[in-house]
């Protein structure tokens, strides 16, 4: 992340804090925490996998993680700040 960016997230929870009710601030933490948690959790378990589905399993734990942190990312930032992103790794693949 620039600093470009991270004054953006800043501002965005700014603006957020001072536009929404209490309420509001603590549904999008739960859900932009929520979010990063299970993505964490679920690569941590799938690190963990020795059975024959293994590899089914890693693949489908890697599509909800990136589903999970793109959710969360989308919260705190923005979709399109999440796609210039995106666009920057397929660019360098």
């Known amino acids: 992340m620039t600093q ?11 603006a957020a804090g001072l536009h929404t009710s209490w ?23 799938n690190t963990f996998l020795l059975d024959s589905e293994a590899l089914t399993s890693r693949e489908e734990t890697q599509r909800t993680a990136l589903e999970s ?11 399109a700040q999440l796609l210039r992103w995106k666009s920057e790794v397929l660019a360098k693949i």
């Open 23 to 45: 309420n509001d601030l603590m549904i999008l933490s739960k859900d932009a925490i929520g979010s990063i948690v299970d993505a964490f959790q679920g690569l941590l378990r």
């Open 69 to 79: 942190l793109s959710k969360s990312l989308i919260l705190l930032t923005s979709e």
């Open 4 to 14: 470009e960016d991270i004054e953006s997230v800043a501002q965005k929870i700014r």
